[in-house]
């Protein structure tokens, strides 16, 4: 059998090949004969044929035939064969196979080698691959190593006592008084794999960490100390060739001894203080023309941003920072950026300073600058510079790259949310998105987007028109056309009737209303959901337009037999809606209420302004259960002498009315109305938002003003009614009044409603009875909170009205009450 | 923590790999062609630290070169770069002014 061919050999001949086929040709060949070779068992040949084989590992192919030849190479007594064995064993094995734990014996023997190459190099081995079981049999002849003399032996101890703690962390004690004279050697070799090693020990436990920052060795003081001499020496020492790295001294060894000094000082005053000195003097110190010194400069504002530093030493380190930015090197912008991101929770102010140079990096051409420039940008908008940030961002979103787009767009709808300096403005930058970025928009801002215009209650002419404008023209874009399409439907009849006050009104027909809706149904590139909402769109402008409806009719029955079960499904109820409801259709399709948010705190009775209380639609709205009281209410203007008293109405009891619009509200419990339950009836006149405050809970001020004495206000035919008195002291124009209502007859009170009116220059408010039976015999009592608002003082005045069904009788009555005490308005 | 240590040439073929984690061979090779086509498409004032999947890559170029050092978060990229320039200085001393074809032809003893 020839002599298999040496390793240059078959790398040359391997890059003669021309293509991929004739070098895997090549390689096989060469695979069976040094298959063969291993089956003849050629001692003197092996170790060339296990080096062509790793060349063939490294190229890609499989080598895992020669693990047994590794290790039978490690058991060789030839120095070049345990070299190549030893190396054959970290490339090929790892502890997934079995054959590794023959290797244990083998590292075991060459451990306490005499030569010390040998044993550096089955440190090595077990550094590379140990598996947990090895290092446990074997952690003891480390730690032995990690003793002697020997500095090139120390430095690879050193490291495989890393992998073992990182394999087996119950080992970490072993190690520990090993450590204490570590620091102590000259040889930078040594110096750095130790600080590897008490990195990686602090990193992974606590306890260590406590030691470490207390512990008092037996020559030298603690460690943060001698830490910090460490690196003084490293600076102030002149130039030492051996470890010079273009004008500093090992810079490698600075940086770890840094790392280790922030996971030291890591939320600990007295370390910190320790090292505030040395962090300062290497932060001046150090030349910044070469990237070595900048890389220092890196690690130490990382520490001093991690540590308690005070309060000179971070702004220092943001200058730092800052000048990072300004040079021209992309790394070190890069780096300062990164750096930047993460202090910006922090240091908020120091970071705005450099605000600028921030935004001129989202145009940069790098990949990697523009997405720290807009991460970190998205930190630093506040409610200050939130207009010109923004114009910067959406010019940035135009002309990103698309992985961008998303986090982009999401970015500038929270930011717009939190700091919108009006809703107009707020609605612009929304719209802007959409259109640009809109395919890339994620799916939960249609819904939010809805909610907000909802809520603009004045913007909706102009959001419609716009909306209109944008889809004219392109609908492929599927959140905007979602969103223009459902603003269309609830909007469509001021869209038509052309009245907008923020822009130029466009003249819009029903028709091309339609038609633009139809369009979208039909476009091929209309997602399902889009069609779905495009439907029901045209659906609701059959109560708001007035001479398409045919039409209307006509395009929803079409796609009662449309191919996607959705469409179909909505056009067969609307349909019906059509057919056999359609005395419901108006009140069903009427505007939607204001959206509360979900995370708002608690349900709230009363939904505030309804907004569409256009006297146009009134008549469409389902008769609420305190329609009645409003007529009563007219009946008390009236009564009252028609020198325009406010009526009030009273909040609704949330009972069930018994009419048509009883089913409407169950049609409307499942529609994703958050919010109240019972749509609040008309007229309800805008309050002072502090009346609306103490809603839900009863403990109305903390501060009350007592000594205000109570009035009976009426006493008649059994029925009693107290009020007492509270005033804040914070708000001296407001009293709130608590009326008992008691029945000292000897029959229940029932359908008890009561209503006040008052003069004219006072406000009132009257929130929910507790109930609306008051019981005989005085056994039990109704309370109702009245709020008064007096901002002129003048003297309380109030007409009441009472309705009750008494002895199977319904029962009416008027009173005036004018014995309000002094205290109470004055 | 350095995940890998790679010198990939311009056409792809890779010169020297060392691996710290386990990844399996035939991902090593895909890991390798993509790293290396990212590498390729940057150009030459753009910024030397690219984020991958969910770890940095650190790259230099040497010549017709590529030294890719992959590092997870914890690292610091600029001593990192600062560590291949290192590394391809002793290189150069050991093979006093060393070239693709060194490392091509002496892997093993590059490796250790």
Not at chain 1, 784 to 811: C, D, E, F, W
Not at chain 1, 812 to 822: C, K, R, S, Y
Not at chain 2, 46 to 56: G, N, T, V
Not at chain 2, 82 to 106: P, Q, T
Request: charged share 20%.
């Amino acid at each position: 059998m020839p002599a298999p061919i040496r390793l240059r050999e078959l790398i040359r001949t391997i890059r003669t090949a021309r293509t991929q086929a004739e070098e895997r040709e090549m390689i096989q060949k060469e695979c069976a004969a040094i298959r063969s070779s291993f089956r003849e068992e050629d001692n003197t040949y092996r170790c060339r044929n296990v080096a062509k084989l790793l060349y063939m590992h490294m190229l890609g192919y499989p080598a895992h035939f020669g693990q047994l030849e590794c290790l039978k190479l490690i058991a060789s007594q030839k120095f070049t064969d345990k070299r190549i064995g030893y190396l054959g064993a970290m490339l090929l094995l790892d502890e997934r196979q079995d054959v590794h734990l023959l290797m244990t014996n083998c590292i075991k023997n060459d451990l306490n080698h005499s030569t010390q190459y040998v044993q550096g190099l089955a440190l090595c081995t077990l550094g590379c691959m140990g598996s947990s079981e090895m290092c446990r049999d074997l952690a003891g002849e480390v730690e032995k190593l990690l003793k002697t003399s020997n500095s090139y032996l120390r430095k690879k101890a050193a490291l495989c006592a890393v992998h073992v703690i990182r394999k087996v962390p119950e080992l970490m004690e072993m190690f520990l008084p090993a450590t204490k004279n570590l620091l102590n050697e000259k040889n930078h070799g040594v110096l750095h794999t130790s600080v590897v090693l008490l990195t990686e020990m602090c990193e992974r436990s606590p306890d260590m960490l406590a030691h470490f920052r207390k512990v008092r060795t037996l020559s030298s003081s603690q460690l943060v100390p001698q830490l910090v001499r460490i690196l003084k020496n490293l600076i102030m020492s002149g130039y030492s060739p051996e470890h010079d790295v273009s004008g500093i001294s090992d810079p490698f060894l600075q940086v770890r001894i840094l790392r280790l000094l922030r996971i030291l000082g890591r939320n600990d005053d007295d370390s910190s203080e320790a090292m505030n000195d040395i962090l300062a003097q290497v932060a001046t110190n150090t030349e910044t023309s070469k990237n070595v010194g900048n890389a220092i400069l890196y690690e130490t504002v990382l520490t001093i941003m991690d540590i308690k530093s005070e309060s000179g030493l971070r702004v220092l380190a943001i200058n730092i920072l800052g000048r990072f930015l300004l040079n021209n090197d992309k790394n070190i912008r890069y780096v300062a950026l990164t750096s930047l991101l993460k202090t910006v929770q922090t240091d908020h102010n120091a970071v705005q300073r450099h605000r600028s140079t921030i935004v001129d990096c989202l145009k940069d051409l790098d990949v990697s600058i523009k997405r720290r420039a807009m991460e970190l940008s998205f930190a630093l908008v506040n409610g200050n510079n939130v207009r010109g940030m923004m114009k910067e961002l959406l010019y940035f979103l135009d002309s990103c790259e698309p992985e961008f787009k998303a986090d982009c767009a999401s970015g500038i709808f929270l930011a717009a949310e939190k700091y919108a300096p009006s809703k107009r403005w707020h609605i612009d930058t929304i719209m802007r998105v959409l259109t640009t970025a809109g395919s890339y928009v994620r799916d939960d801002a249609v819904p939010n987007l809805i909610q907000l215009i909802t809520n603009s209650v004045e913007m909706h002419a102009y959001t419609v028109q716009r909306l209109y404008k944008a889809i004219l023209g392109d609908y492929s874009q599927q959140p905007l056309v979602q969103v223009a399409s459902w603003c269309i439907g609830e909007y469509g009849d001021l869209l038509v009737s052309g009245q907008c006050e923020e822009e130029e009104p466009i003249q819009v027909t029903e028709d091309e209303v339609l038609d633009i809706l139809e369009s979208v149904l039909i476009s091929n590139m209309s997602a399902s959901v889009t069609r779905g909402y495009a439907l029901t769109a045209i659906m609701k402008l059959s109560t708001r337009f007035t001479c398409t409806v045919n039409r209307i009719k006509k395009v929803v029955s079409i796609y009662g037999s449309s191919i996607d079960v959705e469409l179909q499904q909505r056009a067969v109820e609307y349909n019906a809606l059509f057919k056999k409801y359609d005395h419901m259709r108006p009140a069903l399709l009427e505007r939607m209420p204001v959206m509360e948010k979900v995370t708002s705190n608690g349900p709230a009775e009363i939904v505030q302004t309804n907004g569409e209380t256009e006297p146009a639609v009134l008549e469409t709205k389902p008769p609420p259960p305190g329609l009645q009281p409003a007529i009563q209410a007219n009946d008390l203007l009236d009564l009252l002498g028609g020198s325009d008293i406010t009526p009030v109405i009273p909040t609704a009891l949330t009972s069930k009315p018994a009419c048509a619009g009883g089913e409407l509200l169950d049609l409307l419990g499942d529609l994703n109305l958050t919010g109240s339950p019972v749509p609040v009836p008309a007229a309800q006149i805008a309050q002072p938002p502090f009346l609306l405050d103490g809603l839900q809970s009863q403990p109305l001020f903390n501060d009350i003003a007592t000594g205000i004495p109570s009035i009976t206000a009426y006493n008649k035919n059994g029925l009693k009614i107290d009020f007492t008195f509270e005033r804040s002291n914070t708000n001296p124009s407001v009293t709130v009044i608590t009326i008992q209502a008691s029945n000292s007859t000897e029959l229940d009170m029932t359908d008890f409603v009561f209503q006040a009116a008052v003069p004219k220059t006072f406000q009132l408010q009257l929130l929910s009875p507790s109930s609306s039976v008051i019981p005989a015999f005085n056994s039990g009592t109704i309370t109702q909170v009245i709020k008064v608002l007096n901002p002129q003082k003048q003297q309380l005045r109030m007409r009441i009205k009472l309705t009750y069904n008494h002895k199977g009788s319904a029962m009416q009555d008027l009173a005036e009450v004018n014995n309000f005490p002094p205290q109470s308005w004055q | 923590m350095i995940k890998f240590f790679l010198m990939v040439n311009k056409q792809g073929q890779t010169r020297l790999s060392r691996y710290y984690e386990h990844v399996e061979i035939t991902k090593r090779t895909m890991l390798e062609a993509e790293v290396i086509k990212t590498c390729l498409s940057r150009s030459k004032d753009q910024c030397s630290f690219i984020e991958y999947k969910d770890f940095k890559l650190v790259y230099r170029q040497y010549a017709a070169l590529f030294v890719v050092v992959g590092i997870n978060q914890t690292e610091n990229e600029m001593a990192v770069y600062e560590l291949i320039h290192n590394f391809v200085e002793v290189l150069d001393k050991y093979f006093s002014r060393v070239s693709e074809l060194d490392v091509s032809f002496s892997v093993s003893e590059i490796h250790l």
